[in-house]
């Protein structure tokens, strides 16, 4: 049984416990309600009060322009998710403080990855990085690995996957 995350999270990753966890919160839409619109570029509904839990394809830019990862030593690299993950806290930011978010009531967020190199990335766009986090009013934004968030707890994750290989076609 677990009391952290809304159905719709828990849903996701109940495949790790082979469908076993079990909502514990009683009312997961009243205490879990992020009250947030937000648009997607082609002006259509993305995230919505009901929504929990949402993937976004890093495969093509807003211009259609196909982007993959990339290779960073041993880790990987992915720009686009970068710039999406970037334009996506700014929306946040700009609905948070119509929602009452301020300097001085900031809503938590965490930024996690997988990939060391992902997080540098990560951190370098989104903070330049401790100058551009003042560009965030409502936001108070916590950049780091998936290992090293472990425990804590914010009112949004972002994920950053990382991933998005080229995968040939055989036809």
């Excluded at 919160?25 to 919505?48: A, C, M, V, Y």
């Excluded at 976004?56 to 993950?85: A, P, V």
């Excluded at 108070?140 to 090293?148: E, G, P, T």
């Amino acid at each position: 049984t677990q009391f952290r995350m809304h159905t719709q999270i828990m849903k996701v990753i109940n495949f790790f416990y082979e469908g076993k966890l079990v909502q514990g919160i009683s009312n997961p839409d009243k205490q879990r309600n992020h009250n947030l619109f937000i648009n997607s570029i082609e002006g259509t509904s993305f995230i919505k009060p009901e929504r929990h839990a949402i993937w976004i394809d890093s495969s093509k830019d807003q211009y259609g322009k196909i982007s993959f990862e990339e290779q960073s030593g041993t880790s990987r690299i992915n720009k686009l998710e970068c710039e999406i993950i970037f334009s996506l806290l700014k929306k946040l930011d700009k609905q948070l403080l119509k929602q009452g978010y301020n300097e001085k009531n900031r809503k938590d967020i965490g930024v996690i990855s997988f990939y060391g190199r992902q997080i540098s990335l990560l951190k370098r766009k989104i903070g330049g990085w401790q100058k551009r986090l003042q560009t965030f009013k409502a936001l108070k934004i916590d950049v780091n690995s998936v290992d090293r968030f472990q425990g804590k707890e914010n009112s949004i994750i972002i994920v950053s996957m990382g991933r998005n290989k080229k995968i040939k076609s055989e036809y």
